[in-house]
């Protein structure tokens, strides 16, 4: 019996296969988005994010104790690896205006998670011009929401002012990095099988 029984009883989850997922940030949406697909079947991952796995990490991102000080990208290629067999290239850089489209070129479908205002700039307006499709994934702490926005119509929100701590820190924040993962893996999954583009708000409280 197929390990992909339950996804493929429900639809043709073999549109996931041979293609090209890049994931721009590996952190808590990122790896938790990265873990659903693969559970769904895709099997090939362009990792991009220039962090390593901290200690405070562990309660939010799918990473694991074994895997802190290793850059994020390995630690969760690893784990796509090992326990899916899925094909990655990592790449653990910031992406800049320089590298974006050598970085980008090749992908079907790029999720982007990344938690500041000025890479998620660079990376939307690279596949706005370049016609790459692309889907953002972000949550805000202080109203209790996540969103999945794609590149058409996503509007870019500015950095905190200051903050102490992470968003993906915040008490219950698993609860919150979860569900809008779930929501941005089925974004993912719904343009390769039926060609749409959906985003969505998903409310906490």
Request: with cysteine; proline share 4%; net charge negative.
């Amino acid at each position: 019996m197929s390990q992909f029984l339950h996804e493929s009883l429900l639809r043709d989850v073999a549109k996931l296969k041979g293609k090209t997922i890049t994931l721009a940030g590996c952190g808590a949406l990122g790896s938790w988005t990265a873990e659903y697909l693969a559970r769904a079947g895709a099997d090939n991952f362009r990792l991009i994010d220039k962090d390593r796995v901290e200690a405070h990490n562990l309660g939010s991102q799918f990473h694991y104790k074994q895997q802190l000080g290793a850059t994020k990208v390995k630690s969760l290629g690893q784990h796509l690896y090992r326990f899916h067999g899925a094909r990655v290239e990592p790449h653990p850089v910031e992406l800049n205006t320089s590298n974006a489209l050598s970085l980008l070129l090749g992908s079907d479908v790029i999720l982007c998670t990344f938690d500041n205002h000025k890479s998620r700039q660079i990376l939307q307006d690279v596949c706005l011009e370049g016609r790459f499709p692309c889907v953002f994934g972000g949550m805000n702490g202080d109203h209790w929401y996540g969103h999945v926005e794609w590149a058409e119509n996503y509007d870019n929100p500015p950095d905190p002012a200051h903050y102490a701590v992470d968003v993906c820190d915040y008490p219950l924040a698993i609860s919150l990095v979860t569900v809008t993962s779930a929501y941005l893996y089925e974004a993912a999954v719904r343009y390769f099988i039926f060609d749409e583009k959906k985003g969505a708000r998903i409310p906490l409280l």
